[in-house]
């Protein structure tokens, strides 16, 4: 059975494909996930969104989504999507993916044995929340995949301190994004608006996925 997918198109095709999915506790129809990714395809990127089977799971019964499903049914839910689009002419060396926090985490697991175009990962969870000591990145120090972080430079899961002081592998580009917290929002003290980051975030995505797709 296929997997849905939420588009949001460009108005001018053909476009590069970006597929996206969630963190641990909303789904990818949330609206700051989908403000999102209209903004990427208003920037020439095509953006494909699913959920995994748990939170489709919940939505379906009203349910709260938690406990997310176990990382190999997440893993498999991703390379499902993958074949997927790969039957419908997307093939994977074209294909960009990743997702916000929990989504993007286990695209990285799987990203150098898929082979995709690049990867992108927004608030990325290095460790749990405001405990550095619980970091694990040995894999994003081997990573061979082109990818973005994309992360808040007070995110509680790897602050641009913490991070700025790991070892991570020179296929990874970080796009710090000001003052933004695990949802890349800002302090009101900071001068920075929740829609401005999310700005930020939509261009730098673009821009690495332009970069990517033309190389």
Request: glycine fraction near 8%.
């Amino acid at each position: 059975m296929e997997t849905p997918l939420t588009w949001n198109l460009p108005t001018s095709p053909p476009a590069p494909t970006l597929v996206l999915t969630h963190g641990a506790g909303a789904s990818s129809t949330h609206p700051n996930t989908t403000a999102l990714a209209e903004l990427i395809a208003a920037r020439g990127v095509r953006v494909a969104r699913f959920d995994f089977p748990y939170m489709r799971r919940a939505m379906e019964t009203g349910r709260r989504p938690w406990p997310p499903d176990p990382e190999d049914v997440l893993a498999g839910a991703w390379v499902q999507v993958i074949r997927q689009l790969a039957q419908q002419g997307v093939p994977t060396s074209k294909l960009f993916f990743g997702g916000r926090s929990m989504g993007g985490r286990i695209a990285s697991y799987i990203a150098d044995a898929v082979e995709p175009a690049g990867m992108v990962c927004i608030s990325y969870p290095f460790h749990a929340p405001n405990n550095p000591s619980s970091a694990i990145i040995i894999h994003l120090q081997q990573l061979a995949t082109p990818t973005l972080i994309v992360q808040g430079e007070r995110d509680e899961y790897g602050t641009r301190e913490e991070v700025e002081g790991y070892e991570l592998s020179p296929h990874v580009q970080l796009s710090w994004i000001p003052d933004g917290n695990h949802g890349l929002v800002p302090r009101k003290r900071s001068g920075h608006t929740e829609e401005g980051n999310r700005e930020l975030a939509a261009e730098a995505i673009a821009g690495f996925i332009r970069s990517q797709a033309q190389s």
